[in-house]
């Protein structure tokens, strides 16, 4: 199958519609995860500790939130597949709209992230990575729009209990 790519604001057929039907709207294009990060082998985690990475995960979020002046985040981290099949990761997202000053917000979220591996991205699309052993922190800016993504560790899961643990998200 071939794709032909037209010419538009994203560059992207599928976008270029998106943005044309809705005006309003600026995507914000994410790269994919990078290949390779370690993927927990052995026996599945408990419940508990399936709670206890999204509940690590929602207090970095909400320290990140205070530390760049947004509201707190509605809701708790959901948990969704890993990059594996047998695995779950807890992640959450904050968007942060209409501020002018994104440049100075992503430097507050690196220095927010004080011993944490970062890798600063300039260009169309500001982006700031995190890593921390298997956890990650994502940011990027454009056009006044701040989204901050944070992962926990991927935690091994039985089939069935994915299922489960993702259905209460």
């Keep these: 199958m071939r794709y032909r790519r037209r010419t ?3 560059g ?4 270029d519609e998106v943005v044309r ?3 309003g709207l600026t995507p914000v294009l994410l790269a994919p995860p990078p290949p390779g ?4 082998a052995g026996e599945p985690v408990a419940d508990a500790d399936a709670e206890r990475a999204r509940d690590e995960t929602a207090a970095l979020v909400r320290s990140l939130c205070a530390g760049l002046g947004a509201d707190e985040p509605v809701g708790r981290p959901r948990l969704r597949p890993g990059r594996s099949r047998s695995t ?3 992640a959450a997202t904050v968007v942060v709209r209409d501020r002018p000053d994104g440049p100075a917000q992503l ?3 690196a220095e927010a992230l004080d011993g944490w591996d970062l890798t600063c991205t300039p260009g ?3 982006r700031l990575e995190a890593r921390l052993g298997p956890r990650a922190v994502e940011a990027s800016y454009v056009g ?3 989204v901050v993504t944070v992962v926990s560790a991927p935690l091994a899961v039985t089939r069935d209990q994915s299922r489960r643990l993702r259905a209460r998200s």
């Design 88 to 90: 779950v990761e807890a």
């Design 107 to 109: 430097a507050r979220v």
């Design 144 to 146: 006044g729009v701040l």
């Design 21 to 23: 039907r809705h005006p």
């Design 8 to 10: 538009g604001q994203a």
């Design 12 to 15: 992207d057929p599928f976008w």
């Design 124 to 126: 169309r699309v500001e």
């Design 37 to 40: 990060l370690p993927v927990p």
